[in-house]
């Protein structure tokens, strides 16, 4: 590597690559500062050169050659924001086996195969930065990564998905049902024209499983997580969650504890849950993020900020950019992969959750009887049941006390079969102290 410079090689010029372009120019002075080296843009790697995009972009910076871009013996770091497994993986594992820094903010590729990424940073000795990949603008990976090192986490809980966020706020501020909320999302650009990825917990997933591995010092993948969506939350449920001094929320929770045998273990799942509105998450609103840290001797920690949209992931980019060039300056490398730990994975019937469900039931004598008894079978203890009538037929609404999630599920399954219960309403998880 030149000593004068550092030079940078860019895969991706959408909405957050024309972002880092734009800052890289803008910022290009403190950034100099900053390092101690200034930085040089020396390729562009995309599929259309041809293509509009704002601002003012040195055409002859493009190319539809990505994997001969980070093969360039004057590239030291590769930026990466396309997104994707393949061919994504390919480039970046050749990048890092050939001792270049990486910087990336491709969930989906770190929670599927991160491992390969990490690997290939240590086979060629470079630096692996992802801060963008999970929260946006918010400094959370670092802090896990470094600034907790020296304690042990024991919870993440959060909302890492602005659109889903969004969606939600929505619903418990106005009354609206989940396909209104959907629609002004998409309208004011919050939810992609196909939302997937966001409202089924497949965005959320990932970002779950990333974080799991850094608190917990064990490789997560997202398919060890659990995943439920929030297309099922309906307007009754939020207005039931109100009644109760709660709002709804699709959560992220990572949580290391012991298992059924008493072994230390990981459990990480993502679904929608109700939360009383005192819960430092209940007050996240519009499509922000928030992530809460539980850790022994720090104790309670927030991270707060805006986790999605060009500028803000841009902001993640360059600080990892800047730490990156720092390293390569001063002949450093950033701290490696810590998975030391490799807890298994608690599957979720093990976790112990507890549930708010809703059952309209025949207004009959008994009915309340038989309905605990289903609950006492399985070992789930009643919290609270509320119950109100109409004519034949009535509504129960039973929030229940922590058990293993299997014996809740297999409850509700029995519950399906009792000739009395009319139809199950909604079941939803519940977290916190409601």
């Known amino acids: 590597m030149s000593s004068d410079k550092v030079r940078l090689a860019l895969l991706g010029c959408g909405t957050v690559g024309s972002e880092v372009v734009r800052l890289l120019h803008e910022q290009s002075a403190d950034l ?50 396309v997104g994707g497994i393949e061919p994504a993986r390919t480039w970046l594992t050749e990048t890092l086996r050939a001792g270049k820094s990486v910087v990336t903010a491709n969930k989906a590729l770190l929670a599927e195969d991160g491992a390969a990424l990490h690997d290939a940073a240590a086979e060629g000795g470079a630096d692996l930065y992802y801060e963008a990949a999970v929260a946006g603008a918010i400094p959370l990976l670092r802090p896990l990564r470094e600034s907790l090192h020296g304690d042990r986490v024991t919870r993440v809980t959060g909302i890492v998905n602005g659109t889903t966020n969004f969606i ?26 196909d939302p997937t990825a966001d409202v089924e917990g497949f965005d959320a997933a990932a970002k779950a499983a990333i974080l799991a591995s850094l608190a917990f010092h064990t490789r997560v993948t997202a398919a060890d997580v659990f995943r439920e969506g929030m297309t099922a939350v309906t307007a009754a449920d939020m207005a039931s969650a109100k009644e109760m001094g709660c709002t709804i929320k699709l959560l992220c929770i990572a949580q290391r ?24 998450l209940a007050g996240v609103g519009d499509a922000f993020n928030a992530v809460f840290v539980e850790a022994e001797a720090a104790g309670q920690l927030m991270f707060y900020g805006r986790g999605a949209g060009g500028t803000p992931t841009a902001s993640a980019v360059l600080g990892d950019i800047v730490a990156a060039a720092r390293n390569r300056l001063s002949g450093t490398r950033a701290p490696s992969e810590s998975s030391y730990a490799h807890l298994p994975i608690r599957p979720i019937g093990e976790a112990v959750t507890r549930y708010h469900i809703s059952l309209d039931v025949a207004d009959r004598q008994g009915v309340l009887a038989t309905v605990a008894g289903v609950f006492a079978k399985h070992e ?24 293993p999630d299997a014996n809740l599920a297999a409850t509700v399954e029995d519950l399906r079969t009792l000739d009395i219960v009319r139809s199950i309403a909604s079941v939803l998880r519940v977290e916190g102290g409601v």
Do not use: C
Request: hydrophobic share 40%; aromatic share 2%.
């Open 257 to 280: 504890g012991p298992d059924s045998a008493g072994t230390d273990s990981v459990s990480v799942r993502v679904h929608p849950a109700m939360i009383p509105r005192s819960h430092p």
């Open 168 to 193: 939600l706020s929505s619903m418990d501020a106005t009354g609206a049902g989940f396909g209104e909320a959907l629609d002004e999302a998409t309208e004011l650009g919050y939810a992609e024209a």
């Open 380 to 403: 789930v203890s009643i919290a609270t049941v509320r119950q109100s009538g109409r004519e034949e037929d009535a509504t129960l609404v039973i929030v229940t006390h922590g058990a």
């Open 32 to 81: 100099t500062a900053r390092i101690g080296a200034p930085l040089e843009l020396v390729g562009i790697a995309v599929r259309r050169p041809g293509r509009q995009r704002g601002g003012d972009i040195d055409p002859a910076l493009f190319t539809t050659d990505a994997l001969g871009l980070v093969k360039r013996d004057d590239v030291d770091v590769v930026i990466e924001v």
